[in-house]
């Protein structure tokens, strides 16, 4: 009972590398988010998915890029990673029959030097 | 827009005390109201959640009652303990819309 997967755990990256991180669910759920979550602030939508082949922006999209090729799989790129990325990065999904409650992963913490 | 105020913290209290984090909330419509829980080191998990005014959710303990005269969803409980040392994050959502966060509230239980 995986649930929901997220890959790295961990990353530290340079400013302006780029690296994907992964997510993978087994609940066959057809919506998948992406989240950011900052001190004080905490959690806000960066991208999420309807349905394999689909994604839209969330609150704050900007220097992120999604893909849904598979619908078990949701990726989260960042192209030239920059500082104010550094964050705790997390995943979920939700059924349609779900009630609104999403499965989270246990999320990746990403630092940008 | 939607929004969810939570009180700030961090939030210290002892065992057997009790416990009421606030939470407020304005919207445009009739949301659904939820309590999600971060153990330390792990993604959050649903703790409760109430669907429409004067409904209560309640589990593990805790409760609170979707109030929409005041537009709150306080979490309430009687007696902590150690083990629900934890971020609690209160959240809306909307028909076909998507969940929104308060800024999560930081509670320490001390034995």
């Known amino acids: 009972n995986a649930g929901v997967t997220q890959t790295p755990k961990f990353r530290v990256l340079k400013t302006g590398q780029s690296m994907t991180l992964l997510c993978a669910q087994d609940?066959?759920?057809?919506?998948m988010y992406w989240y950011r979550q900052d001190p004080g602030m905490g959690l806000r939508l960066i991208h999420y998915?309807?349905?394999?082949?689909?994604?839209a922006k969330g609150e704050v999209p900007d220097g992120y890029n999604v893909s849904r090729l598979k619908k078990q799989n949701f990726l989260l790129g960042l192209e030239s990673a920059a500082p104010s990325q550094t964050s705790v990065y997390f995943c979920?999904?939700?059924?349609?029959?779900?009630?609104?409650?999403?499965?989270f992963g246990a999320g990746s913490r990403l630092t940008v030097l | 827009g939607n929004s969810v105020t939570q009180m700030e913290g961090p939030v210290t209290l002892s065992e057997e005390a009790f416990l009421t984090i606030n939470c407020t909330y304005t919207?445009?419509?009739?949301?659904?109201l939820f309590w999600y829980v971060q153990y330390p080191g792990e993604g959050l998990q649903l703790l409760l959640k109430?669907?429409?005014?004067?409904d209560k959710g309640s589990n593990k303990g805790f409760e609170a009652t979707y109030r929409k005269e005041t537009t709150s969803f306080h979490l309430e409980k009687g007696s902590v303990q150690v083990s629900d040392s934890a971020v609690y994050f209160c959240?809306?959502?909307?028909?076909?819309?998507?969940?929104?966060f308060g800024s999560g509230t930081q509670l320490t239980v001390l034995p």
């Open positions: 979920a999904s939700r059924g349609l029959s779900g009630a609104n409650v999403l499965t």
């Open positions: 109430a669907t429409k005014a004067d």
């Open positions: 959240a809306l959502r909307l028909m076909r819309g998507q969940l929104t």
């Open positions: 609940m066959n759920h057809e919506y």
């Open positions: 919207a445009t419509g009739y949301p659904s």
């Open positions: 998915s309807v349905g394999e082949g689909t994604t």
